[in-house]
């Protein structure tokens, strides 16, 4: 009952998503066809597809919402992804509570893994390889690239009718699964998989783990199918979506021993896998998705502290006050209300990587809290790391209430930051000549005394069309001194265009000017130009 149950979820999820991905949100005309529009998809396509099939997911499968998990993961594969230029993705790593070996990744960032494969891990390296591999598939674009394949349509229908079926509970599943594995073996398999190992065994190896990982754990798939096989039990579903294994395994150990660990990946990674397996250990037996821990102490040496503290910030005292705080935590050192005040004057002095370190230590002390997740996306946010600013806010969101203003606010932090206002942008002269290069005249980095105005012009992203009331156009000169602000409402959609009177400004000093775009404070696109008078 409990099979059928899952079975029906899983059709559920899938005929949610096809339904998701046909249907326009603006109206009834026909939107995202997976059928019909097999090229030409764009990164921010994969973006929006990686973020339906999550919706999706997070209604019909059990996903580990413990912090101390999600954010051992999140590390570790932000600690793989450091070395990659210019990612267009900032990527999401999720926990499916399910014992059994599997993980897969959607377009868009959006990597998956079982809890079962966590816990089969053997090493920090094993489990790296898995999401190295993962991460592989999204960087090289598979997805995009698969769609390109005239079988794409089958397989679409493949994956519906294995849906069908195992909503109406008909025999088969099993089949049908390995079915439409071997249809992607031919399409996907053999060119992207090899390609996912090599790039995963490339990222390892810069982020410091042995890249011998990844043979291991193909090594224990391989004896588990084994074990499998005789007891008569399902293959574990990491062999359909990643077949070959037995194969792969003989080109990585090939490639493994070319690579070499380039530095020495934090220690602290192995004994935190071990937490983490122990806490899902814990979530499986208990039927859970997150350990709830005792509150923490509240202590009164942190009441003296933080009041002394407050006196002294009240005097203009900043720098004491911090200080004193420190000083608090030493005979505090299990309070968490110390580092979180710690972090709200370190902001306010400026110091946004040390109030990163006091935001992380009040989240270990007290894990659950929405408004210290919030606070650290948005320090994590102002420090420039994207990828670490939308995994708190995204988790931040997840606990506070309902629809709650704050809510509201972590969702579109985390949208901004996801994706880019201004797809494109660039300076002009304003010409209405023919044989202009853009929208607003010739292009232009710089001006002389000849030419009557400056013209920005920039191209919204679709997704902020409801939002241009927000945007503002910011005209900066040499020194620093706003010369002209553009509101919203007076900017045209999708195409956005303002321009600066020259003439209006002679006698300005000449040098690099500016023009900033702005959504809510921050700032979402920038140009520099030269003025010459």
Request: charged share 25%; aromatic share 6%; net charge neutral.
């Amino acid at each position: 009952m409990a099979a059928r149950r899952r079975a029906l979820a899983g059709a559920a999820a899938l005929l949610a998503l096809f339904a998701a991905c046909a249907s326009d949100k603006k109206g009834g005309s026909p939107g995202w066809n997976p059928v019909r529009q097999l090229t030409e998809v764009s990164e921010d396509q994969e973006r929006d597809l990686g973020m339906q099939f999550d919706r999706e997911v997070s209604k019909h499968l059990a996903l580990v919402d413990d912090p101390v998990v999600l954010s051992f993961v999140n590390d570790l594969g932000n600690a793989i992804l450091e070395k990659i230029p210019q990612q267009p993705f900032i990527y999401r790593f999720r926990v499916v509570q399910d014992p059994s070996l599997n993980a897969f990744a959607v377009p868009g960032g959006y990597v998956y893994l079982h809890s079962g494969t966590i816990l089969a891990a053997g090493s920090t390296d094993e489990l790296a390889a898995v999401l190295a591999h993962e991460i592989g598939h999204v960087k090289g674009h598979h997805y995009a690239r698969m769609r390109e394949k005239a079988a794409i349509p089958e397989i679409l229908t493949t994956l519906a009718g294995l849906g069908a079926a195992a909503a109406t509970g008909q025999g088969g599943v099993a089949v049908a699964a390995q079915g439409v594995n071997q249809a992607l073996e031919l399409k996907f398999s053999r060119e992207f998989e090899n390609e996912a190992d090599q790039t995963g065994i490339d990222l390892m190896s810069r982020a410091g783990w042995d890249p011998a990982g990844m043979a291991r754990f193909f090594d224990r798939l391989v004896e588990l199918e084994k074990k499998d096989t005789r007891a008569g039990v399902a293959i574990p579903p990491y062999l359909y979506s990643h077949p070959n294994v037995k194969e792969r395994i003989v080109t990585v150990e090939i490639l493994a021993p070319r690579t070499r660990p380039q530095k020495t990946p934090d220690p602290g990674f192995e004994p935190r896998l071990r937490e983490t397996q122990a806490r899902l250990a814990i979530l499986a037996d208990a039927r859970r998705r997150s350990v709830r821990p005792p509150a923490p102490p509240k202590s009164p040496a942190a009441d003296v502290a933080i009041a002394d503290a407050d006196r002294l910030a009240t005097a203009g005292q900043t720098e004491a006050a911090i200080a004193a705080l420190g000083a608090g935590e030493d005979r505090a050192p299990g309070d968490p209300r110390i580092p979180y005040r710690r972090a709200e004057l370190l902001e306010q002095a400026g110091r946004t990587g040390e109030a990163v370190i006091a935001w992380r230590r009040a989240l270990d002390l007290d894990p659950q809290q929405a408004m210290v997740l919030y606070r650290l996306g948005l320090a994590y946010k102002a420090a420039g790391d994207r990828r670490n600013a939308v995994f708190h806010l995204e988790q931040a969101a997840r606990r506070f209430g309902e629809k709650s203003e704050l809510q509201k606010a972590a969702r579109w932090e985390a949208f901004k930051l996801t994706f880019k206002v201004i797809e494109q942008s660039g300076l002009a002269d304003g010409s209405d000549e023919r044989g202009a290069d853009t929208v607003a005249g010739y292009s232009r980095e710089q001006f002389g005394p000849a030419d009557d105005k400056a013209v920005w012009w920039g191209r919204l992203n679709p997704r902020y069309a409801d939002h241009r009331e927000k945007l503002r156009v910011r005209w900066k000169g040499p020194g620093g001194d706003v010369l002209r602000v553009d509101e919203g409402e007076d900017l045209s959609a999708p195409l956005l265009v303002t321009e600066l009177s020259l003439r209006d400004l002679r006698g300005v000093s000449s040098g690099t000017w500016s023009v900033e775009v702005l959504l809510d404070d921050d700032v979402v696109d920038r140009k520099t130009f030269r003025v010459t008078q």
